[in-house]
């Protein structure tokens, strides 16, 4: 089991907004370079009805949103949609903890390093306390083992900030998924510590086809309190949902969404992606495209002896160790990534997505060969 | 000249999500309970290249966006698309007001009565100051009064906090429109001062369509330094615009918008509205119907002898005072609109938009009359 | 009925830290410019016990507080000393208040134009809202309009930041004492409305001396859920303290007074000035001396035909327009004051203190009658 | 090298306010139990002239300690005293890291783990990261590996928080004392990288004392750019300071002491502490004393075959591993001390201070051998 020990900024050229890279034909750099699915682009047209509708989440696509997730996880289910993974993440952790709360993540988990300190912003300054990572996922053990350690949910002076939350990525950031045992474990851990868990679902759906489970079993039956629900990433232009399990945490979130801007007037739009994404398991089928993808690319890849795959692929994010001449080939070939980890050690990242095709993965791994 | 002295909240009926109201044929409640217009829905459809883009506004969409509204400010001009007012509002003031500053502002601004806090959110706990306003409107002589007082720019001792700034709005909350003349003036005292000052655009397409000036006029040249501009209640999805005019402001903003969860890994379809929506003067075509449509309901209702227009009727939007019985009888009839102003004195809010058809201001003012 | 339109900060000349003023001999500018009350200065070298103590408020000394407070106030009471009035009024707020809720107070009230932003920093970002005063006093009747205009209980869009609490000043800042009744009838209007009311008594002793009732009338009894309890201006050192009557606020206090910085190591000499300071009634003694004081002043300074007594004279504070000659001859006699009002209308602040001697009052009104 | 991998906090029964342990007579357990040096009580004493003074600082003995600190550090310096290290620390690093920012600390720093989120607060949210740690101290090349992991200075995008700052302290939370070179190393790796060095001073005198240097030499000659001076634990009352050699660093520093409800009126009282500290070396005979005392303690400890010294003793804390029996000993024959560290081999934490007494000592390791 590995952990990432470096992971370097993207390369300046790569992200100078004044002059934009070039955009490569096959871009595995990750799932959201992609567009919107047809599907959904449809019904964000269909949700144009030209007489309007009340604004701010009063229109009868979003007043059904409720209802249809709870049928998805079949229990109750309470829905406040947003438009960024941010946005849902950071709303979800302020409303477990307090400002004087710790919440327990992995050090390299897109909240801790990647948000550029939105859960910080939305909970008015807890902390984000780093538990140690196996391939990308927390374990009941080093969780238990790190609240023992301080600053646990028993703390009894005010200097020590007091545990309230965990929080865990499914996907997970090293393209690993957590098994229902895994997750009942973390959350058996915590609730014998009074926190609460909350499942950062960015890649949920890829999670969900990779297990092949229900989606209750991976969530509040194993012990989830709460959950961003993202969909931009598997095909959505831009939809997630703040997901409760546990309505008593409802009662703040309307006034902290209206505070933090993500309240929209035209609030149907982005509903109507999240309500045609979970129409007729389409949400599914579209990750299953991009794990199967996934897979085929790292069969392809682990066949070449000069590339040692990272981690266990089990959804659609394949990270490889490889000769830097291979990459430069790839990118000549006109494939992009983004490189990932020890600069002494090159490794790339490769996301396959919703509407990754066949052939260009073939491609790849023939360029990756030759 | 007349305020505002009771804003109630909506009736409850109207804002129960589970319960959502029945949404009336023709609706003025507001331009936000409007759809997208047709040529910014195309946009968004065009937008979706099969190929994708690189994310978080490194695609072309985004990168173009800076130039597109230089050429139309006739000034340098920086560009950061979000989604909400509300973000855009407290993302500007997040720039010129630290956490121990005040921002001058009117009583009944959005900014401080309509965002639930979002700007001493984003500000980390500035203030909003609220000046006298006159029709809506905040005055030069009434900031130079308030900054006078206390609080203002030159405030020695650190108990008193520092004023950083002045946030007014174009189109204004009663409807009313700043002529040229009068945000030089506040400008001015603003900038005696040392004070920013911040345009709070929501509605800017329609003061600019009914000033008839350019966009410069009314904001750089007058001394504008940074404002929020609307696109969502003039026709676009959800797409507005951080526009700074100093670029000295533009520092943090990167990190500000990140760290409220407002950067779109899939930017181009919010882009690609604000694109549409200055190309070809299409937005100030969607403003002017809206203006003429409240024009021509202003002048039907003003010679009704029991209804009273509040304020001026500058741009899209018309206050009137007038008997219970008339509004009931126009809701009866298929119309709505939102209760405003003092109970005792019966008062409504009727928004033309961007797509409100005459033939239904005719309609309205017809059974209004009977 | 009176308020002040402006009050300007102090000449600079006054708060130059490089340079300081020279301190008049007699000097009447506030209460906070005595020093240490003997017997609260022999408390705290007798709390300096050699063999030390338990930190962080785990010794006998503040253990004992909260029995002696009980007792003084005739009811359960909680007490958690600080040293600063500013951060008593900011805690206490900070349990009354979320981010996203409001908080009635006066416009000129110390919270809402001293105190540099703490309510604001403390509550993360809460809303002070004024309310129209008469002679610096809330009215329940001003509170009841406020109320029903926007932001109040009842609110229902997350639009509108949710009313909270009320915040009153007991002495006011124009020196000012609600009578029992006012209290009652404020109170009436916040439980009515389901507001909590604090109380920032930073001259509390002054005002329960004034109106010569029991502590309990004018708080608890009356409907006040919380206070700053103040002892600075009376004769301590630094010692105030957030002072609860309703047990459910205390829940996070402890954690957020660590985190504002304001658990002492060594807190048994904070608690050490509390303790003696309630002791044998020496908070009233102390208080008397400076409300009689500000009898006497105010009744020599009436009687002269030039100046004018602006607020009646309730406890130890008085405001007085007079002409500037009157005021440059008394500062040449020796004496020192604050200006304070409308410049146009010379307006001097004059606050006697737990120490202040009636020879000097007596000189005081000689040298202003001449 | 070692590092502590736990840290329980203490047990209930000596932090139940409610019930206070019983002080023992001889208590190791930190230097914040002991009181004041009679110095410094005469000095607080003597502040309390009768006729009062100017407050929030604008007193003479405030007014003079910016000379008197520039005169002991060899350098413009600029003070701003507070009552707790809490504070002081915080304070510091908002004025180097912004909401956005990362602070570089030691998981086990008392600004990460023991000050209950005070620098998330004071700074709106920035983030502290954990560098690994060697004997309680970080190393250059510890501090450099993590810049150049994630979130270093050069971070280009908005995603992971920037670097601004880094936080040690001197003494360390280990009782160990960093060398003027590993301060300057230290110091070269943050200024390479545009990195502030704040320095947590809450045992500044211990280590100069210790290491026997000029107090420049060790702070800003090696880099450091702002530091939190103390000097409650080494005998004052209730006295710390903020202490700039930046003068860059002052700009928003009253306004942020204010709105943290730190400025106090009867300011004299705790810069009188401060003024007398720091004259004729008292502060550096106290830090004596203690270190002394410690060193003896050690030295009889160390020749106790059971018990093993954890830690260098560099100043006036030392950690030991010792059996339960011997702790319960030392206890039942009136020591006291806190345990310390991994509860499966007990570790205690003794702690001498100004005042601790030789023949104390000799009793404690007397007791400890039997």
Same mark, same amino acid.
């Given at each position: 089991?590995?952990?990432?020990?470096?992971?370097?900024?993207?390369?300046?050229?790569?992200?100078?907004?004044?002059?934009?890279?070039?955009?490569?034909?096959?871009?595995?750099?990750?799932?959201?370079?992609?567009?919107?699915?047809?599907?959904?682009?449809?019904?964000?047209?269909?949700?144009?009805?030209?007489?309007?509708?009340?604004?701010?989440?009063?229109?009868?696509?979003?007043?059904?949103?409720?209802?249809?997730?709870?049928?998805?996880?079949?229990?109750?289910?309470?829905?406040?949609?947003?438009?960024?993974?941010?946005?849902?993440?950071?709303?979800?952790?302020?409303?477990?903890?307090?400002?004087?709360?710790?919440?327990?993540?992995?050090?390299?988990?897109?909240?801790?390093?990647?948000?550029?300190?939105?859960?910080?912003?939305?909970?008015?300054?807890?902390?984000?306390?780093?538990?140690?990572?196996?391939?990308?996922?927390?374990?009941?053990?080093?969780?238990?083992?790190?609240?023992?350690?301080?600053?646990?949910?028993?703390?009894?002076?005010?200097?020590?900030?007091?545990?309230?939350?965990?929080?865990?990525?499914?996907?997970?950031?090293?393209?690993?998924?957590?098994?229902?045992?895994?997750?009942?474990?973390?959350?058996?851990?915590?609730?014998?510590?009074?926190?609460?868990?909350?499942?950062?679902?960015?890649?949920?759906?890829?999670?969900? &086809? *990779? !297990?092949?489970?229900?989606?209750? =079993?991976?969530?509040?039956? #194993? +012990?989830? @309190?709460?959950?961003?629900? /993202?969909?931009?990433?598997?095909?959505?232009?831009?939809?997630?949902?703040?997901?409760?399990?546990?309505?008593?945490?409802?009662?703040?979130?309307?006034?902290?969404?209206?505070?933090?801007?993500?309240?929209?007037?035209?609030?149907?739009?982005?509903?109507?992606?999240?309500?045609?994404?979970?129409?007729?398991?389409?949400?599914?089928?579209?990750?299953?495209?991009?794990?199967?993808?996934?897979?085929?690319?790292?069969?392809?890849?682990?066949?070449?002896?000069?590339?040692?795959?990272?981690?266990?692929?089990?959804?659609?994010?394949?990270? &490889? *160790? !490889?000769?830097?001449?291979?990459? =430069?080939?790839?990118?000549? #070939? +006109?494939? @992009?990534?983004?490189?990932? /980890?020890?600069?002494?050690?090159?490794?790339?990242?490769?996301?396959?997505?919703?509407?990754?095709?066949?052939?260009?993965?073939?491609?790849?791994?023939?360029?990756?060969?030759?």
């Amino acid at each position: 089991m590995k952990e990432p020990t470096f992971r370097p900024a993207p390369a300046p050229e790569t992200f100078n907004p004044a002059e934009p890279a070039e955009f490569a034909p096959v871009n595995f750099a990750s799932d959201n370079v992609t567009g919107v699915a047809p599907e959904i682009l449809e019904a964000i047209v269909e949700a144009n009805r030209p007489q309007g509708a009340w604004p701010y989440g009063n229109d009868d696509v979003t007043g059904g949103l409720n209802e249809r997730f709870s049928e998805l996880f079949d229990t109750e289910a309470i829905v406040y949609p947003v438009a960024t993974g941010t946005a849902a993440n950071a709303l979800c952790l302020s409303l477990v903890a307090q400002p004087f709360n710790t919440v327990y993540c992995l050090k390299h988990s897109h909240t801790n390093e990647d948000e550029g300190g939105a859960p910080e912003f939305y909970t008015n300054g807890a902390k984000l306390v780093p538990v140690p990572a196996a391939d990308g996922k927390m374990t009941a053990a080093a969780l238990e083992a790190a609240i023992g350690e301080v600053g646990g949910g028993g703390a009894r002076l005010p200097h020590v900030m007091e545990a309230a939350a965990v929080s865990i990525a499914q996907v997970t950031e090293c393209g690993t998924v957590y098994s229902v045992d895994e997750v009942q474990d973390i959350c058996a851990v915590a609730r014998a510590n009074g926190l609460f868990v909350h499942l950062d679902g960015a890649r949920f759906a890829n999670a969900v &086809a *990779a !297990l092949g489970c229900e989606p209750s =079993e991976i969530t509040w039956q #194993a +012990g989830i @309190d709460l959950m961003s629900f /993202g969909a931009t990433k598997n095909g959505a232009m831009a939809a997630e949902a703040v997901l409760l399990f546990n309505e008593d945490l409802e009662e703040t979130l309307s006034r902290r969404r209206m505070r933090g801007g993500h309240l929209f007037s035209k609030m149907r739009f982005v509903s109507a992606q999240l309500a045609r994404y979970v129409e007729d398991g389409l949400w599914l089928q579209l990750a299953a495209n991009a794990n199967a993808m996934a897979d085929r690319l790292a069969a392809g890849l682990a066949e070449i002896d000069e590339i040692a795959i990272e981690y266990p692929v089990d959804a659609n994010m394949i990270f &490889a *160790a !490889l000769p830097g001449d291979i990459a =430069e080939r790839l990118r000549d #070939a +006109g494939f @992009d990534f983004y490189d990932w /980890g020890d600069p002494d050690r090159p490794n790339i990242r490769l996301v396959c997505a919703f509407n990754t095709d066949a052939d260009d993965v073939d491609r790849f791994v023939e360029a990756a060969r030759r």
